[in-house]
């Protein structure tokens, strides 16, 4: 017999993911699948929460929940499937920074996400101390945390120190109390003093260098009254 048969033999689209079956995003973060095939598939990713499009060999997804999806693939004559589990972690966060005048430096604590924190501070680089050394200043700063899993969160902060202005004087002259003064003035670099008298008629007004009041009223001692 002289008939010479063609077999053709259709294969399964050879397909998978660069995620290996499943992939861990951080909260919030956006994320890129990564098929390692090819790009005239056919392609429908199921369901279809927090994608960016369900038929596009690689759509987006916002880290919103831990979630399972499923992608069907096909070259209009064999279909093959593959499905990747996504683990959203849990961001750091960011819970107080605060300034130690004793020490003179800034501590962030922080919580959540999954310890084994870095800190950022300024422009400095990533740091394993949650502490840092320098003077004080009410301008705005940039700090970040960063976990053992690389999520990260941020935060601008602008320090305060408590003005802490005096309850009473004696101008008497024995070096207790003769002047009015006001705690953490020097921490600031631009302030503004009024002294006024109980019946509202201005004293003094003092700009960004206050020494202290002592009591005078263009070189008049004042009564003892409330001001």
């Known amino acids: 017999d002289d008939t010479i048969r063609v077999l053709r033999i259709d294969t399964r689209p ?17 994320y890129r699948f990564k098929p390692n095939c090819c790009e005239h598939l056919h392609y429908t990713w199921s369901p279809s929460a ?3 499009s369900t038929n596009e060999s690689t759509p987006s997804m916002t880290g919103v929940a831990d979630i399972t999806y499923r992608v069907n693939v096909t070259d209009e004559v064999c279909e ?8 959203v972690l849990e961001n750091p966060r960011i819970d107080t920074v605060y300034y130690e005048d004793a020490f003179q430096w800034l501590t962030m604590e922080v919580s ?16 394993m101390e949650n502490t840092y050394s320098t003077k004080f200043s ?14 990260q969160a941020d935060s601008v902060v602008s320090l305060a120190v408590q003005i802490i202005p005096a309850e009473i004087m004696t101008p008497d002259g024995d070096g207790v109390n003769d002047l ?39 070189g008049h001692p004042m009564p003892s009254t409330d001001y």
């Open 14 to 30: 050879k397909f998978g993911l660069d995620e290996q079956g499943s992939v861990e995003i951080c909260e919030g973060e956006t």
């Open 112 to 127: 959540g996400g999954t310890p084994g924190y870095q800190y950022f501070w300024r422009t400095e680089p990533w740091q």
């Open 80 to 87: 093959d499937s593959f499905t990747v589990e996504v683990a």
């Open 50 to 52: 927090y994608l960016s």
């Open 180 to 218: 009015w003064e006001v705690e953490n003035l020097d921490y600031y670099n631009y302030y503004t003093v009024s002294i006024y008298d109980r019946f509202g008629k201005l004293l003094i007004e003092i700009d960004n260098e206050f020494d202290g009041w002592d009591g005078t009223y263009n």
């Open 138 to 151: 009410p301008a705005p700063m940039l700090v970040k945390v960063m976990d053992s899993k690389g999520c």
